[in-house]
């Protein structure tokens, strides 16, 4: 079981000349990224679809070892009714994200701050979510933002279908910290431009223990947790991102975030 950080997508024209290197080309800025965190958020998806190609680029431009999440198709979860997603669905699954291989980490799931926890109706969309495709299996972690989601019912149901609830440290929405799955998703999301790294190296030290916790198969102290029970300890892999906030600052986090964790 590993942990692995990372950035939310690797083209941002602010990151040139900050964290690429001067003049470095554009084509090759998935090489340099991945040589520097060891995983990627692929964000792109969200919007559109690819070609399996794209993918397959994708998964020879990193290092053994690195690991690509996939943030779903807002089509499937940007709805009013989530248990009709299955069409979405099957079509995100099948663009040929199977492509990246054993570089294909979590499907991120994310949904809108407005909506609001519906046991059956988010039941019904945990339900449409293949354990596989192409041969290949699949991790899914689901990203809810409105705090009627703090549920004993809703870890429950994630726990049954061994979907993460993505940990998002985030200064406009509630976060639910509870492990529901044999891996765990973390979205740093409240990074400052005023600090060099996004966080504090006080925050950072605290996180690479968060890191090290999930990982060993822990609980993190000072989180909100929905339930007071935890599942049995257990190894986990651990995904930790540094996304939105300020942006620009993310690479810095990530690599300051490795750094901490490898010692």
């Known amino acids: 079981m590993t942990i692995r950080i990372g950035i939310g997508g690797w083209t941002y024209e602010p990151w040139r000349g900050t964290f ?5 080309p554009q084509k090759r800025e998935l090489d340099y990224a991945a040589s520097q965190v060891t995983a990627i958020e692929i964000n792109g998806t969200y919007y559109s679809s690819f070609k399996p190609a794209s993918f397959a680029n994708w998964a020879a431009a ?17 709805r009013k009714v989530l248990a009709e997603a299955g069409e979405s669905v099957e079509r995100f699954v099948g663009q040929g994200i199977t492509e990246l ?13 407005t909506k609001r926890f519906d046991a059956d109706d988010m039941g019904a969309f945990l339900k449409l ?3 596989s495709h192409a041969g290949v299996p699949l991790r899914h972690a689901v990203q809810v933002r409105h705090e009627s989601f703090a549920d004993p019912a809703f870890v429950a149901m994630a726990r049954a279908a ?6 998002a440290d985030s200064a406009d929405y509630p976060a639910i910290a509870d492990v529901t799955a044999d891996f765990v998703y973390a979205r740093l999301e409240a990074a400052e431009e005023q600090n060099p790294a996004g966080y504090t190296d006080a925050a950072l030290d605290d996180w ?8 060993a198969g822990g609980w993190p102290e000072g989180l909100p947790y929905v339930v007071a029970d935890a599942p049995a300890k257990a190894q ?7 996304i939105n906030g300020a942006k620009i600052r993310a690479p810095r986090g990530a690599m300051a975030l490795i750094e901490r964790v490898s010692a």
């Open 20 to 24: 690429y290197p001067a003049k470095w």
């Open 129 to 131: 979510l293949p354990g």
């Open 101 to 113: 291989g054993d570089k294909l980490g979590p499907v991120l799931w994310q949904f809108m701050a």
């Open 208 to 215: 690479a223990r968060a890191a090290r916790t999930w990982q």
């Open 236 to 242: 986990r892999d651990t995904f930790v991102f540094f």
């Open 162 to 167: 061994n979907v993460a609830i993505v940990y």
């Open 62 to 78: 990193a290092p053994d070892g690195f690991v690509f999440a996939v943030k779903a198709s807002r089509y499937a979860t940007n």
